[in-house]
């Protein structure tokens, strides 16, 4: 009886192991837990990123357990679009993830989310704030949390209360001397805190979606992270003009900003505003950062953190003056490029990649690194190649959109189409080997001629595969 006994426990054992050797061989458990940290409007603008004005220590530790994607880019730069390609792994099309306001219960109720599938596959799942920009957007959390509110653009400074009060607009900053849990961000921490004690407690693996507003606009954060910066250092982008050669459909009136008290409803903000708005916008990273660490720290102290994935994204990039434009919503790199670390203890730590990724690509990767089974329908690539390997740049390429422009990142190149029925009426190719800014749209020179073919040739052929695709899905 004992023999059997033993016989039968080893079996138990030997499939438990087999079933957890993941794509690299490795042993670990069958399902890591995933952390997901999510940072509205946050751009690459980090000293992960070679920048040496923002502060935000927490973040460049985080970056040195795992691997910072130099080159990784939304596939629309809108928070409502963007968080619903994300979560459903599939692409914005034409009709499909365009605006803020972009439903994945309306738009893609047949496509089986990230988070559905995670908890069919027994995970807990937990979003903490934003993570769909629509509450109730997705209906399989296990807990979908917001912190209590009287209004989304959350003042606590009486000018700004008294202004909202009296009909008026509120100011595009604000910097009272109040502890961090003031605001909604310091809140969504002590609650995803609070979670990661509970979750520990259970025999589950967990999914807990922290979502960050900050640096969305308006740009409040508490005094001591407006003090970390010297406004008097603050300096305009070199690009603050719009380019003389690049095509008018390129322009945006940058409305979400318009909306604030001292902001003109057309034309330029003056100098000083322009800087005021940048040191709150670093004010706000620096106050996420500091949300974030206390996150990872609980993490840390609960000793999950061996067990637990990390990913820390910002949905889109934002402009601060640069092509003169502010906010998102434009097809230039700065509005499509986003910061992102994957952090597992899997694979080495303090390491770069510049292979370009997009933010389809999360979906299959998680999955890969969960050890998850990957749904068909999905739209990206795992990147679990590039963690184990990322000093090797692959030859992948993004394409993202925005509206009617079409814009595919490849190699050194940006190039942007915009199309009407298929037609093209506008376009713009930026060399980031000479142009890192995109100062010069060189689409109309002789020297990129063939290039631009090229890539327009590439960019069509990758449009009507994809919609020939999904034509033959419906």
């Known amino acids: 009886m004992k023999a059997i006994k033993f016989i039968h426990f080893s079996i138990i054992f030997v499939t438990f ?16 837990n995933i952390l997901f940290l999510m940072v509205d409007d946050l751009r690459p603008e980090l000293s992960i990123y070679g920048q040496n004005i923002i502060i935000s220590p927490n ?37 499909r993830f365009l605006r803020y306001n972009a439903s994945i219960s309306k738009e893609a109720p ?48 009486k000018e700004n209360i008294d202004l909202e009060t009296n009909g008026e607009h509120g100011y595009p900053y604000e910097f009272p001397d109040v502890e961090d849990e003031a605001y909604f961000d310091g809140q969504t921490a002590a609650k995803s805190i609070a979670d990661l004690k509970k979750l520990k407690e259970q025999n589950q693996p967990f999914f807990l979606a922290v979502g960050f507003v900050k640096p969305h606009l308006p ?28 095509p008018k459909e390129a322009q945006h009136n940058w409305g979400e900003l318009r909306y604030y008290k001292d902001i003109p409803k057309k034309g330029a903000v003056s ?15 620096s106050y996420i950062d500091a949300q974030i660490g206390k996150v990872i720290k609980a993490l840390n102290e609960l000793n999950l953190r061996d067990d637990t994935i990390i990913v820390l994204v910002g949905d889109h990039g934002w402009s601060l003056s640069e092509h003169g434009l502010w906010a998102k919503h ?6 499509l490029q986003v910061p992102l670390v994957i952090s597992t203890s899997d694979i080495s730590g303090n390491q770069h990649t510049e292979s370009i990724t997009e933010l389809i690509d999360l979906y299959p990767t998680l ?32 394409w993202a959109r925005y509206q009617k422009g079409e814009t595919l990142i490849i190699g050194d190149y940006v190039y942007t189409e915009w199309q009407q029925n298929g037609e093209q009426f506008a376009n713009m190719l930026y060399d980031h080997s000479i142009d890192k800014q995109e100062i010069k749209n060189v689409a109309k020179n002789k020297k990129y001629e063939s290039t631009v073919t090229h890539l ?6 990758r449009i009507k595969a994809y919609y020939d695709n999904e034509s033959k899905k419906n």
């Not at 434009?330 to 509005?335: L, P």
Request: hydrophobic share 35%; glycine share 4%; net charge positive.
């Open 219 to 246: 740009f409040n954060a508490p005094k001591r992270y407006w003090d970390l910066y010297d406004a008097s250092k603050i300096d305009l982008p070199k690009n603050s003009f719009f380019p003389k050669e690049a």
């Open 271 to 285: 100098n000083d505003v322009a800087k005021k708005l940048i040191h709150g916008y670093y004010a706000g990273v």
């Open 110 to 157: 047949d496509v089986l989310n990230l988070v559905k599938h995670l908890k069919n596959e027994g995970y807990i799942t937990i979003s903490n704030n934003k993570i769909t920009h629509l509450k109730k957007d997705i209906s399989d959390w296990d807990e979908e949390w917001y912190p209590a509110s009287k209004g989304w653009r959350n003042y606590i400074s």
């Open 59 to 95: 973040i460049d530790m985080l970056a040195k357990t795992g691997v910072t994607f130099n080159n990784a880019y939304c596939n629309v730069p809108v928070c409502g679009a963007s968080r619903a390609s994300i979560l459903t792994g599939i692409r914005p099309t034409n009709n």
């Open 330 to 335: 434009s097809n230039f790199k700065v509005a």
């Open 456 to 461: 327009s040739t590439l960019l069509n052929q």
């Open 367 to 398: 999955c890969d690194l969960a050890n998850i089974e990957k749904p068909q329908h999905l739209d990206g690539k795992s990147l679990v190649k590039i963690l184990n390997t990322p000093n090797n740049k692959y030859d992948y390429s993004a």
């Open 17 to 32: 192991m087999l079933i957890s050797i993941t794509l690299n061989g490795q042993i670990q458990p069958t399902k890591k």
